[in-house]
């Protein structure tokens, strides 16, 4: 069905904006949900990026240090 199509016929438009109102009141919900969702995903990476550091550091503890020895040193010139 072309765009025209939908701004020629009222009836579909009308079936087209019960819809949207249906879905509105979906959304808050699905937003919730899926917020809450977002959060345990992004938790769930965190912990296995933080596993992931811990594994590269102690499989490469010279390139670690050096790490470490960086960020010490950029804390150290960092002004406030």
């Known amino acids: 069905m072309a765009d025209g199509d939908l701004r020629d016929n009222p009836a579909s438009r009308g079936q087209r904006e019960g819809r949207d109102a249906e879905s509105v009141a979906g959304d808050a919900e699905d937003a919730q949900e899926s ?3 977002r959060r345990r995903r992004r938790a769930q990476f965190l912990r ?3 596993e992931a550091k811990q594994l590269r550091d102690r499989v490469q503890p010279r ?3 050096a790490a470490r020895m960086r960020q010490q040193m950029r804390m150290r010139t960092f002004r406030w």
């Open 35 to 37: 917020d809450a969702a």
């Open 48 to 50: 296995e990026l933080h």
């Open 63 to 65: 390139r670690a240090r």
